[in-house]
């Protein structure tokens, strides 16, 4: 599901690996693909985007709208990754 800067003009869902493409403001496109759902305790979705290219990760509403709260992305995002490292199988 392709969408301009998180605003695909649907209402559906994000799932995992679906791709964003975000432009910035220096007209660069980039892609975003969902590596992960996170929920809330009320039970608000939110969408860990990555962009392999830059590196970069982006936090978005379930329909794929960027958050513009930077602290909420930025707890989103640290949950995420405390979330991957505890599904990550020990090295023995």
């Known amino acids: 599901m ?3 800067n998180g605003e695909s003009g649907q209402t559906s869902k ?3 690996r679906d791709v964003l493409v975000i432009q910035t403001t220096d007209d660069k496109q ?3 693909e969902v590596v ?3 929920e809330d305790e009320e039970n608000n979705t939110f969408a860990v985007c990555y962009c392999e290219k830059e590196d970069e990760f982006v936090v978005t509403n379930a329909t794929g709208e960027l958050l513009s ?3 909420l992305a930025q707890e989103i ?3 995420f990754f405390v979330l991957a490292e505890e599904s990550t199988p020990e090295e023995e």
């Open 77 to 79: 995002l640290d949950d």
């Open 30 to 32: 980039l892609e975003f």
């Open 14 to 16: 994000l799932e995992l």
């Open 69 to 71: 709260d930077d602290e």
């Open 2 to 4: 392709p969408s301009t």
């Open 36 to 38: 992960g759902l996170v």
